[in-house]
Structure formats: structure tokens, C-alpha cells
């Protein structure tokens, strides 16, 4: 079975998601990826925040990990591990989507929590274990 890891950014500012939207979904999601051979949980969650939307972030600390067992896109059968961080935004005004992200947007949390934004479940996740309050 596939076996993959990825590591994110929770990023809020004035009540506020910061998440992007990428040509293979319909959904926003926080930014991230897949750890890469010989990095560790925080650079992963760094270099993907700055190559998918120029940001710059601080880790501050780690919050619940979610795991799923299949591929949210294909329905395949795998092991996804996602780690996630509360982040500071260190560059907020250089924000910009970098392809293949297409749109980078700060959602408010109470309007994802109305069911307003279709978002990715980790969001949702994060929500329930009150990491995005």
C-alpha cells in the first residue's frame, strides 16, 4: 500500500484561513505537500508554503495530525499522514498564487464553519479538534 506524508501551515490572521486553490481540485485547502527524502516535518511545510503562494512563515508549533486511508481525489487505497503547523505569515503582501496553484484567498473561519466555502476535510478536522477556533 502507498504510504504518503505531507506537512502544512495553519495560517490565521483576523480570523482568517489563509488557503489556496490548485488546478486538480475544486476545493481550497492549506498550503503544503509531500515531505521530501532527507527533509524533516517543519522544512517540508516551509519550502511548500513558499513554492506554492511566496510565503515566508514561522513554525510556532505542531497541531493534531490527521491520517486518511484513501486518496481524497482518486479514492485509491493509501496511507496519507498530514502534519500540520500554526504558522506566522512573515510576508503577507508578497503573497501570489504559483502554478499550478491558481487562486490564494483568507477565508473567515466562521463562514467556513457555516458550510459557506467547500474545503478541503483536513480543515474540517483541524476544526473539530479546535486547532482553527
Excluded at 532527507?38 to 495530525?65: V, W
Aim: proline share 7%.
Amino acid at each position: 500500500m502507498k504510504f504518503v506524508i505531507a506537512s502544512g501551515p495553519v495560517i490565521i490572521e483576523n480570523g482568517k484561513l489563509l488557503v489556496n486553490k490548485d488546478d486538480k481540485d475544486d476545493f481550497y485547502k492549506i498550503p503544503g505537500g509531500r515531505v521530501e527524502e532527507g527533509e524533516s516535518l517543519e522544512e517540508t511545510c516551509i519550502r511548500e508554503t513558499k513554492e506554492e503562494i511566496n510565503a515566508d512563515i514561522k513554525i510556532i508549533k505542531p497541531l493534531n495530525p490527521m491520517i486518511i486511508y484513501k486518496n481524497p481525489q482518486t479514492k485509491e487505497e493509501m496511507t496519507i499522514i498530514l502534519m500540520h503547523y500554526s504558522a506566522e505569515l512573515l510576508n503577507k503582501n508578497e503573497l501570489k498564487p504559483i502554478p499550478p496553484i491558481k487562486e490564494v484567498k483568507w477565508l473567515d473561519i466562521n463562514e467556513i464553519k457555516e458550510g459557506k466555502h467547500f474545503i478541503a476535510p483536513n480543515i474540517n478536522f483541524l476544526i473539530e479538534k479546535r486547532d482553527i477556533k
